[in-house]
């Protein structure tokens, strides 16, 4: 597993941020299938006969689901989310689901909930890789992970009733670079469907902390325990199987015998025997008792990542990175090749006579296995003996004696949605062409959470340079598809520096110098459902009145940190000068982009006092707050307040050389960088040839010259005729131009910097006469 950067684990960043992220992610998927590769499989029988199997899967997409399998026919029964990260692995533990991720956190989860996350686990200081539990004593659990950290937990007693101490605990006893002072004092309760009502600053009365198994100088990836709970093993990238006592943490002994990673351990209900799966590509099979390899099985080409064994321990199904299924009799050493899948595969789960088996895919799928009597599967034939050397099974595919698989269909399967695997990021920063694995590329508009075309399967470069435009808007966002679809980061103060006319964003009913922050509206429109449900509170503000930084809440107005308090920050607040034909408008509610609610965007972030967290942002109730949302979300939200990012853009305004034009000024000018070349056409018309005075009222197209202000005229003043833009209501008598290049009335000052300019002085502009239209 190597690391890569996320929206939750921001650990390994090279790039310093003040203020809290805020990310949203993007999925035109419905809530009921996976968008990305399946990590884990946990399956849950049956208590009683009138109920049924439920299979649990986790995903790369961040999330769990839950799947009913009655009849054998898998059906969607649940969504489990608030992991922000990859989910690696998942147990079930007595009546909780356990999993673990990429965000460094375990969860528990009521198993039958609607999504109910019941605790969050903030041990960690890394990637949570895997996780072990006890048949017989549900109550344990082990994770391990990257940083070679293992843990014992005892579940029912890190679930005890906690003391809720939010605001009695001081900020510096937080969670620092993923890791708490007091070792069971994280429990955030946050899902879909839940409220979000603690912090992890929630410290057990009892002060449980989990067993420390202390050994590890490197990543761990895999652990088993027996039944009792009295035997664990664990490995990774140190290529030996360690052995536990989990009741005390204690190390018994080191096996030695693989040559590379170990990515899969299972171990008999006795506690005797162990298998272990290597990228070595090997399996082996360990007496405890007598500390030793007893046998060894050239099954695969390539890297054994999963395993999963009969109950009786007789048989092992395996699978891995040659998107192989194998079954193996550990006794005789016969093979056979159940089925091959399109991707390498990830983890097994086995049901009865159904083998489930998780690949890179998003899809799960059901494969014959004969679980209650594996030896008849050998009596179809085309079995082989595995070897004992790990190149013996590469020697016999090479000289073309691969064996046939037994079966070419699964029996069932649970689809999934192609994941995103390309994205690029169109220049309007607003629109962002993606590609899935399917091949499909399509267009999605960033502001609304919608795919606005989607062009099948045609080529992405091809589809990119068609959609180029010649503009330049600032990128007030950064994003990646790591989960399989668009995460969206927002970052402080940076976010706010795109503006853009209202009528470029073909918004009806406002003034055409109208400017809309993208990202101001954005946020409006993720965050309406909070905002509508949210109660202001007594006094004040519901947000304990961020504008005078009182309830000592970090991150303030009045943050002690010079670089917070000395952003600068605007009220933007709605006008007649700038929306016409909105008197209904409620500007602290409503927004010009519209995310759609039948597939919602999750909100990714986190408050004052804890790690991140996801939710639906439907889900939101209106009661988080500042400790839950960052500080500066709510301000723009709630007060329309945020930092004014420098949008000026300076340039020097001459007649061209030979031309009989006067000039305007001997100074440089400065304007909105989004400002419109016909406004400085406009200008030098209003300015030369009509000799009218300039309306001092237009100040949004303002820009200077020496000491004083002079004012772009307004348009709109004579009425125009049906179909003709704005900038053609004077005659074409002056072009401006730029490097001699006559420059498009529509093209901002932003643009012709960047594409025509190309150069880090000052802009130049010259302007030139001619001839009038008839």
Same mark, same amino acid.
């Given at each position: ?5 996320? #929206? ?32 884990? +499989? #946990? ?15 986790? /995903? ?51 198993? +039958? ?198 109950? /009786? ?6 699978? @891995? ?47 014959? #296995? ?27 595919? +090479? ?53 606005? =075309? ?11 340079? =068609? ?57 409006? @429109? ?19 009145? +961020? ?25 933007? =607040?709605?006008?007649? #000068? ?45 009661? =988080? ?150």
């Amino acid at each position: 597993m190597h690391r890569v950067g996320s #929206a939750g684990n921001t650990a390994s960043s090279t790039r310093p941020r003040k203020e809290k992220r805020f990310t949203y992610v993007l999925n035109d998927a419905d809530d009921t299938k996976h968008c990305a590769g399946i990590n884990c +499989l #946990a399956y849950l029988k049956a208590s009683t006969s009138d109920s049924c199997d439920y299979l649990f899967s986790g /995903s790369r997409d961040g999330t769990l689901k839950r799947w009913a399998l009655k009849d054998q026919n898998p059906t969607f029964s649940g969504t489990f989310e608030s992991h922000v990260d990859w989910v690696n692995d998942a147990i079930i533990a007595g009546d909780s689901l356990v999993s673990c991720s990429s965000d460094a956190t375990i969860k528990a989860w009521n198993c +039958l909930s609607d999504g109910v996350c019941t605790r969050t686990f903030r041990q960690h200081s890394d990637y949570v890789t895997c996780l072990a539990g006890a048949e017989k004593n549900k109550n344990m659990v082990a994770s391990g992970a990257l940083g070679g950290e293992v843990f014992i937990w005892d579940i029912e007693a890190a679930l005890s009733p906690v003391i809720k101490s939010r605001d009695a605990v001081p900020e510096d006893e937080n969670m620092t670079n993923g890791n708490l002072g007091a070792p069971m004092s994280s429990s955030r309760v946050v899902s879909s469907t839940n409220n979000i009502t603690g912090s992890n600053n929630h410290v057990n009365p009892n002060g449980y902390s989990p067993i420390s198994a202390k050994g590890h100088k490197d990543s761990v990836y895999a652990l088993a325990m027996n039944d009792a709970g009295t035997i664990l093993v664990s490995g990774g990238t140190e290529k030996v199987v360690r052995v536990w006592d989990p009741r005390t943490g204690s190390k018994n002994m080191k096996l030695r015998g693989h040559t590379d990673n170990i990515r899969a351990l299972l171990i008999d209900s006795t506690g005797r025997y162990c298998l272990s799966g290597s990228s070595d590509s090997m399996i082996r099979l360990w007496d405890l008792g007598q500390q030793r390899c007893v046998h060894s099985y050239a099954v695969h080409t390539d890297s054994v990542w999963a395993l999963a064994a009969t109950s /009786s321990f007789t048989h092992v199904y395996s699978g @891995g990175r040659d998107q192989s299924l194998y079954l193996t009799d550990l006794s005789t050493r016969e093979s056979i090749l159940l089925c091959n899948n399109e991707h390498p595969i990830l983890q097994l789960a086995l049901q009865d006579d159904t083998i489930w088996v998780a690949t890179t895919d998003s899809s799960v799928y059901g494969w014959p #296995a004969e679980g209650q009597a594996p030896h008849k599967v050998f009596q179809k034939g085309g079995s082989f003996l595995a070897g004992n050397l790990s190149f013996s099974r590469a020697r016999a595919s +090479l000289e073309g004696s691969a064996p046939v698989p037994v079966y070419k269909e699964p029996s069932f399967t649970i689809p999934g949605h192609p994941a995103i695997i390309k994205h690029e990021i169109l220049n309007n920063r607003r629109h962002v062409l993606t590609k899935d694995t399917a091949g499909s590329v399509k267009l999605w508009d960033i502001t609304k959470g919608v795919v606005i =075309e989607d062009y099948g399967k045609v080529t992405f470069e091809e589809k990119k340079e =068609e959609l180029f435009e010649r503009v330049s808007i600032p990128a007030w966002f950064t994003m990646d598809t790591r989960m399989g679809c668009l995460s969206v980061h927002l970052d402080m103060p940076q976010c706010f520096s795109a503006e853009m006319y209202a009528t470029d964003l073909n918004l009806s009913g406002f003034n055409e110098d109208a400017k809309i922050n993208l990202a101001h509206e954005t946020l409006k @429109g993720l965050l309406y459902h909070w905002l509508t449900k949210r109660k202001p509170k007594s006094g004040g503000s519901a947000i304990h009145n +961020l504008s005078n930084g009182s309830d000592g809440v970090v991150g303030k107005f009045s943050s002690t940190d010079p670089a917070v308090r000395n952003v600068p920050l605007m009220r933007v =607040e709605s006008s007649d #000068a700038d929306v016409a034909d909105h008197s209904q408008l409620n500007s602290s509610t409503y927004s010009v982009f519209d995310f759609l609610t039948d597939s919602p965007p999750s909100i990714i972030t986190e408050g004052a006092h804890s790690g991140p967290w996801r939710k639906k942002c439907v889900d939101l109730d209106g009661t =988080e707050d500042d400790r839950d949302l960052p500080w500066w979300c709510i301000e723009c939200v709630v007060s329309g307040r945020y930092p004014k990012e420098n949008t000026k853009c300076s340039f020097y305004l001459q007649p061209l050389e030979g031309s009989p034009v006067p000039s305007v000024t001997q100074g440089k000018l400065s304007a909105p960088r989004i400002l419109r070349i016909h406004k400085v056409v406009n200008y030098v018309v209003e300015k030369f040839l009509l000799d009218k005075p300039l309306d001092p009222a237009n100040n949004d197209g303002s820009f200077g010259l020496g000491t004083g202000q002079v004012q772009f005229p307004a348009l709109g003043e004579n009425p125009l005729r049906a179909g003709v833009k704005p900038w053609q209501k004077y005659k074409p008598t002056i072009e401006v131009l730029c490097n001699n290049q006559v420059l498009p009335p529509e093209m901002s000052l932003a643009t012709v910097r960047t594409y025509i300019w190309k150069k880090p002085e000052d802009l130049v502009l010259q302007y030139r006469i001619v001839q009038s239209r008839s």
